[in-house]
């Protein structure tokens, strides 16, 4: 035996379904028991090691067994990271080093860090520490010559610039967490704080440092144009807006940083899409690969895709094809089950977390340690609930975290506005305007819905989100200008889409939410059109039930026409038809309806 010293390390949450087996290996006699009763002792030099976030699943029986040194987090603080950061970066010159300690300690971080605790929410909370590292990184990365940062060039311009930069990626950092209610107040407090933005700015996360003018500009003066191309696919439209725009410098920042990026926000806000975006646009040195998580996602799976596409460049170090950079796209981040009902264990999120941090992973056929090599991770997941965990904290400071948010109702409107607008143009001058109003009619039905059909454990799946609302818009893009050539037709339309959308979805008890869906309709039709549901259903052959719009009527037509049905004995016969030639189809198992 050497006399060195030999340390196992166990880093992640202690699992309760393991940790008990170690017990054995815990006491003095140092033995490691099987489940098939082998016995292995280890040697005398030999030490566990353990690096864990809590002892929550931990029995007294495992703690008494080790000896605890607790590093607490609040005694230590983000200070010290911060005055080595700055130590390394602008520890040449000491004028502009004193600057940035003002910045940090005096006038910005310090207060918006106290007052973000006490004052704000944050669907995903982020440590303090997690915030600073985000922010050290992200001003690292801006603080270039290309930004108008140039000391020896231009003394005078550098310290109101670098100021203007530095609160840029506070907000976008330290302040990125939040929800909407926290950004309005997090907005006042800045403004006390120092009165630099621009006065019509309806918020300082609207904007950003025009290197050109030295000084703040909205984003909105950046957001370019867009039409739909003719036949392009309702999933391809991604209308520019001042949320996609500002979250695209956010987001290529940080790639460009190689710092890993976890987007979080609410079902429908387009967090996927958006990052999809930044995918879409990288350079030809890059590559990307998009995995979407499950409940049933295993860790050696996980490990299993990332090195599909790797190949091996030498050893024990493998990396992208073809000598790229490789973007991971992960979606629905934590939805992977935990272990059990007491651990916060997700296996491919600790897998994750030991790539992050180590380099690289065990080969699990060899058990050697391989290293990954250029590549990193893009995240993207909702807050925690029903099926989402909460992710280890230790695992989510890894990543620079960024709330996206709902946009805003005139942003909403805009975005499907654009969309539809286009497809009117081809109807006939009383149709042509009505794009914007059908828009601005669909999103307040769609807020009064969240807010009068709530979910409950019968109607637990009374869950809607933006998703519906664009749901709508893309079952009016099927109408064409010769079918639906009145605005009562295409109110009809409307009408027959919100219910297909939010109606059919209504539990028929004694509250009568489709019924009561009816008149909240025929309010909206008031509000936006001047007429009631009454007025628009003259002709409907059941004004209760309201129209009934197909695409199966015509049969041997190109491009399947979307109409509405005023032969019900011809649709009886079609549905009919329709029904038996699928009896008819083998190994299909017969309907009778």
Request: proline share 6%; with cysteine; glycine share 6%.
């Amino acid at each position: 035996e050497k006399p060195d010293e030999n340390w196992i390390m166990f880093d992640g949450p202690v699992d309760a379904l393991w940790i008990e087996s170690m017990n054995s290996v815990m006491d003095d006699n140092k033995i490691l028991t099987l489940i098939n009763g082998d016995r292995i002792p280890l040697t005398g030099p030999m030490s566990l090691v353990f690096e864990v976030e809590d002892l929550r699943v931990a029995s007294p029986a495992t703690v008494s067994r080790a000896g605890m040194i607790y590093i607490d987090v609040t005694a230590m603080g983000w200070t010290p990271y911060v005055q080595s950061w700055l130590t390394r970066v602008f520890g040449h010159d000491e004028e502009v080093l004193a600057f940035h300690k003002t910045l940090f300690f005096d006038k910005y971080v310090a207060k918006v860090l106290e007052y973000k605790e006490i004052n704000c929410k944050e669907p995903v909370p982020i440590e303090p520490i997690n915030a600073i590292v985000s922010l050290c990184l992200m001003y690292e990365t801006l603080h270039t010559k290309e930004n108008g940062l140039d000391k020896e060039g231009n003394a005078t311009a550098y310290y109101p610039m670098a100021e203007k930069w530095f609160v840029f990626c506070m907000i976008w950092s330290v302040m990125a967490a939040v929800d909407e209610g926290g950004r309005k107040k997090l907005d006042v407090f800045l403004r006390d704080l120092e009165a630099q933005f621009p006065p019509a700015a309806p918020s300082v996360y609207d904007c950003f440092v025009d290197v050109k003018k030295g000084d703040w500009e909205l984003w909105e003066s950046i957001v370019p144009s867009w039409r739909p191309r003719p036949g392009m696919a309702f999933s391809k439209m991604i209308v520019p807006t001042v949320d996609t725009v500002r979250n695209y410098f956010v987001f290529n920042t940080c790639v460009g940083r190689k710092r890993h990026l976890l987007a979080v926000g609410d079902t429908g806000v387009g967090k996927t899409v958006q990052v999809q975006g930044l995918l879409d646009k990288l350079p030809e040195t890059h590559s990307n690969l998009v995995v979407n998580f499950s409940a049933t996602t295993r860790s050696d799976t996980t490990q299993g895709i990332i090195e599909g596409v790797m190949e091996k460049r030498s050893k024990d170090k493998f990396g992208p094809m073809g000598g790229k950079q490789l973007v991971v796209l992960i979606d629905d981040f934590n939805m992977p089950k935990i272990s059990s009902f007491e651990s916060p264990f997700q296996p491919p999120l600790e897998l994750i977390r030991l790539w992050l941090d180590n380099g690289g992973w065990y080969d699990r056929q060899k058990c050697a340690w391989r290293y990954i090599l250029d590549t990193q991770l893009v995240a993207a997941m909702a807050p925690p609930s029903g099926g989402r965990a909460v992710i280890c904290n230790r695992t989510q400071a890894r990543f620079h975290l960024v709330n996206c948010t709902v946009p805003s109702e005139a942003q909403i409107i805009k975005i499907f506005e654009s969309i539809l607008a286009p497809k009117l143009q081809d109807f006939n001058a009383e149709i042509r305007p009505m794009g914007k109003q059908f828009c601005a009619a669909t999103f307040s039905l769609y807020t009064d819905v969240i807010a009068k059909y709530l979910p409950t454990p019968i109607k637990h799946h009374y869950q809607f989100n933006i998703r519906d609302v664009a749901k709508v818009v893309q079952g009016m893009l099927q109408a064409d200008a010769v079918r639906f050539d009145t605005p009562e037709g295409m109110m009809r339309l409307w009408a027959h889409e919100c219910q297909r959308v939010f109606s059919a979805r209504f539990v028929v008890d004694g509250l009568q939410d489709p019924k009561t869906f009816i008149e909240l309709l025929s309010s909206k039709l008031k509000d936006f059109f001047e007429t009631d549901w009454r007025g628009i259903m003259g002709d409907v052959d059941d004004d209760e039930y309201g129209p009934m719009i197909v695409s199966f009527m015509e049969e041997g037509v190109e491009g399947v026409p979307y109409e509405e049905v005023t032969d019900f004995p011809k649709l009886k016969q079609r549905l009919e038809d329709k029904l038996e030639d699928y009896n008819l189809e083998p190994k299909l198992l017969s309907m009778s309806l």
